[in-house]
């Protein structure tokens, strides 16, 4: 991992640019990345990226995970496809992706392993899609040299959502085109029909152009512009409005109008009004779905935290066998720093497992044999033996992830912005264009019906339908700079409206890892501190050696090491360091050993306790040598953020799986009442809890824990620490976690919906401009043409323009 | 005058060539992955190596 050491960042790292104290390289892991490159004679790859693009990459996790199951028959059926010529060809998924380079690194695939025909890699996804020849080649080769150069990869799970997506962008970009050839056309030929309102125009000549107008706008009206007629003819039907039901209103209106008017042979035609209102539409569409792709996409973590493969014992021998093939009943091993692959009961052995990942629950658990362990926790401390009592389908954390796939959100409490909009103005419409209808019927009939269809024609509401979507894709894009990815922009609509908000505790309201925050004595003796680490390293998997590992300074550079160790599983670790012998655990285990705790020693642990805290000690001798305070840490600007947050009037509640006193002691803290703090609740019942409100709920969470909760609510908020499920049902991710984001976040939301109103009266001022001379009887072809993209061009050009988005979302830094 | 029923046509012809130009590269995946290609640009044609 990037390790960015303290002191003069006078040095970068070669490879990631991060600071380093005086070598080259910031950790192993880069420099092995850095020289397997140069090795291969690729050492372009640095000419190929800029500054910042560099300082993204990463080294990977020193282990290499199993990429032994790619090799497998069940994993070729399910990933890969066998072609004609005996390649095979499937896609994996990168992470680590940052830059040109990496294209241009990976893409020379084909160059430097033998047997890989082709390599291509999709950079916004960070796909690569290769075929290779498996009598030359395994894929566990390619993937494992792959992770080698700094690209861990995992299986690309067939993703129907991605494929359903790409098919309706392209249907999207064919009716673009269709429009655009008809728009531009007809525009074209209106040209010549406008010069002729002045001048006079010879009737065949005028005939041949309405007709042919006619023919290119067909496939505009009938084709392109369905989708519109779609979502009217819904909202017709759901009894709601919807401002497509204007817009196909018009876009109808025109054509038929002209279709009408071509075949009398009378003059007035807005063919090219039609075929350039479904053109503009259609590319506010294209360039609104952009845009929200691009954070959607950032915001896929790309990696699953369940193991691809599970170790099955059978018949006295270890197999590998994917996840689907696992069966209930069946036994498999489960190492120490790996997951579980599903619900199960333990056979042999004893451990440590963390439950994190289902109940926030920092602290592990000790289980043995006939004690439950669940599928996606992990085993910490030794082997373990597990009959898989469910398969995953069944499993505890399969059930969560099922009903999180298929669950809906809650139907909308309210009408959005725009429906009301719609509302508003179809009746208004409605309204103007009877009284014009009927106070020019004296004047003849047929000239009054041709103006109250030119006042249609016109009051459409283009203006407002092409703004409102680009800017909220544009809101979408400035807070994706900002850090704040949003997947759902009709969420932000709710956010304004807001009235509770929930948060759960572990990685959301704290860092999420334990740290060491207090020491006895203060300041232990380096040999104590040598000691503790070197007993610490012993399970790095652990979150308390973990926290050890990350919060005591290292001493010294040279490498202290432990022997002759024993790792006692739910109780400590004891081992050796410089011949002297140090015992590093729980107090209960130290109590049972009989070691002596002064005074003072046990003032500290039972403060410690009562708070929540935890407590490790290092012994030496039957004494003890260093007391370590571990707590998982309160995030630096939530209380600040909280405050803010109940400030406007919101309930803020704290929402955890985590023990009572922990929960208790944090909203002591952090002044939330201690009627508003939920502790030791599962993932159901989180989710039961948001289900219930009565009110337009916020939730913020990270871990699988919270994800029912996250889709319970009206706007589900995932932080940082992206586990891939959460992601797919949040409406907004922060990736970093930053607790601040969330006020901005609600702020920029009620800044957009103000500049809406705004552009909602300016568009508004518009169309009463042509009502007013529809009305009046002095509407033709050229003065819609005129009207519609000038209002659509102002409205617009203001919209993107003051761009005070920055003063909503980044302004208070 | 009459030649616009030569020209009409004709302009028309020429449109669709490049509509139907468009939908040939709509359909072989060419808008699909917008991005890549531009970070494609930068690279020099070097002599492919194989290590058959």
């Known amino acids: ?44 790859f640095y000419r190929y990226r800029s500054a910042e693009e560099a300082a993204r990459a990463t080294a990977p996790d020193a282990a290499m995970p199993v990429y032994e ?17 005996g390649n095979l060809r499937g896609v994996l998924h990168l992470s680590g992706i ?20 082709t390599a291509r890699l999709n950079f916004a996804d960070a796909n690569l899609e290769l075929t290779f020849d498996p009598a030359r080649i395994k894929l566990s080769e390619i993937a494992s040299f792959l992770h080698s150069l700094g690209y861990p990869s995992c299986p690309l799970e067939e993703d129907r959502m991605a494929d359903a997506e790409r098919k309706e962008e392209r249907v999207l970009l064919l009716r673009l085109g269709i429009a655009g050839f008809a728009a531009a056309n007809t525009m074209l030929l209106a040209v010549s029909l406008f010069q002729g309102l002045f001048t006079g125009i010879e009737r065949e000549y005028a005939e041949l152009l309405r007709r042919t107008s ?16 779609r979502a009217a003819f819904g909202a017709i039907i759901a009894r709601r409005f919807h401002i497509d039901l204007p817009i196909s209103i018009a876009i109808l209106v025109a054509f038929f109008l002209s279709a009408w008017n071509t075949a009398v042979g009378r003059e007035h035609v807005y063919f090219d009004s039609a075929a350039a209102l479904v053109f503009l539409l259609l590319a506010s569409r294209y360039i609104q779905r952009r845009a929200l792709q ?42 120490p720093g790996e997951r579980f692959p599903s619900d199960g009961v333990i056979e042999q052995g004893e451990s440590s497992v963390d439950l994190s990942v289902l109940t926030g629950e920092s602290l592990p658990d000790r289980v043995s044999h006939g004690g439950t362990v669940f599928g996606g926790t992990l085993n910490i401390s030794a082997p373990l033996q597990v009959r898989i009592r469910a398969s995953f389908a069944t499993s505890r954390v399969g059930r969560l992830l099922d009903e999180m796939s298929r669950g809906e959100r809650r139907p909308a409490r309210f009408l959005s912005f725009t429906e009301r909009v719609s509302a508003v103005f179809v009746v208004t419409v409605v309204v103007l264009a009877v009284i014009t209808l009927v106070s020019r019927w004296q004047l003849g009939p047929r000239d009054a019906i041709e103006t109250t269809l030119a006042l249609l024609i016109v009051t459409c509401p283009c203006a407002l339908a092409l703004a409102s979507p680009l800017m909220m894709a544009l809101a979408v894009s400035r807070a994706a700079r900002r850090g704040i990815l949003i997947k759902h922009v009709d969420s932000l609509e709710r956010l304004t409206r807001v009235k509770e908000i929930y948060l759960d505790k572990t990685g959301t309201l704290t860092r999420g890892v334990l740290t060491v925050s207090a020491t006895f004595p203060e300041r232990p003796h380096p040999s104590v501190l040598d000691a503790g680490v070197a007993l610490a390293a012993l399970t790095p998997s652990h979150p308390v050696s973990a926290a050890l590992l990350r919060s005591l300074p290292a001493a010294s550079r040279k490498e202290v090491h432990a022997e002759h160790p024993e790792l006692v599983a739910g109780r400590g670790v004891r081992a050796q360091v410089a011949g002297a012998e140090y015992r590093l655990g729980s107090r209960r285990w130290m109590e049972e050993w009989g070691v002596g705790i002064q005074p003072e020693e046990r003032a500290f642990i039972e403060a410690a306790e ?10 030496h001798d039957r004494r003890i040598a260093a007391l370590f305070r571990l707590d998982d840490q309160v995030k630096p600007e939530a209380e600040h953020c909280l405050s803010k947050l109940t400030g406007t009037g919101r309930a803020v509640f704290i929402l955890s799986g985590d023990r009572s006193a922990t929960v208790r002691e944090l909203g002591a803290r952090l002044r ?59 409406d907004i991710i922060i990736p970093d976690g930053d607790l601040d984001s969330v006020g901005i976040l609600i702020d920029g939301a009620h800044n957009l919906f103000r500049r809406l109103r705004a552009v909602l009266a300016l568009s508004a001022v518009y169309n009463l401009c042509g009502a007013a001379l529809a009305m009046a009887g002095m509407m033709n ?23 005070p988005f920055s003063r909503g979302k980044e302004g208070g830094r | 005058m009459s030649i616009i029923y030569v020209l009409l046509p004709l302009s028309l012809i020429l449109a669709l060539i490049g509509l139907v130009a468009y939908i040939w590269a709509l359909r072989s995946g060419q808008f699909d992955d917008l991005e890549t290609p531009a970070r494609r640009v930068l690279f020099d044609d070097d002599q492919p190596k194989s290590p058959e």
């Open chain 1, 214 to 229: 006619m023919v290119l706008a067909i496939p505009a009206v009938f084709y392109s512009a369905l989708p519109f007629y």
């Open chain 1, 1 to 44: 991992m990037m390790n960015p050491a303290a002191g003069s960042a006078s040095h970068v790292c070669l490879h990631c640019n991060a600071p380093t104290a005086d070598d080259d390289f910031c950790c192993s892991g880069c420099r092995f990345i850095y020289q397997t490159i140069h090795g291969l004679g690729l050492g372009e």
């Open chain 1, 294 to 335: 691009r954070a959607r996409r950032e915001a896929r973590a790309g990696w699953s935290f369940l193991p691809s493969a599970a170790r099955l014992i059978a018949g006295g021998t270890r197999r590998l066998v994917s996840l689907r093939a696992l069966k209930e009943g069946d036994v498999v091993e489960v190492l």
């Open chain 1, 98 to 117: 940052h830059c040109a380079g990496c294209v241009w690194l990976i893409e020379k695939l084909p160059q430097l392993l033998a047997g890989v025909r």
């Open chain 1, 69 to 85: 199951s790619y090799d497998h028959d069940d994993f070729r059926d399910s990933h890969l496809n066998l072609l004609p010529s």
């Open chain 1, 610 to 619: 009562a708070a929540g805290s935890s407590i490790s000690i290092l012994a």
């Open chain 1, 781 to 803: 072809p050229l003065i819609a043409a005129l009207i519609m993209p000038l209002s659509s061009v102002t409205v617009i050009g203001i919209a993107l323009y003051s761009d």
């Open chain 1, 672 to 730: 939330i009442p201690v009627e508003r703090c939920f502790a030791e609740k599962y993932p159901e019942e989180k989710r039961d809890i948001l289900r219930s409100s009565t009110s337009t709920t916020a939730m913020v969470g990270d871990g699988l824990n919270d994800g029912g909760a996250l889709q319970s609510a009206d706007v589900g908020i995932a932080v940082a620490g992206g586990i891939q499920p959460n992601i797919e049902v949040a």
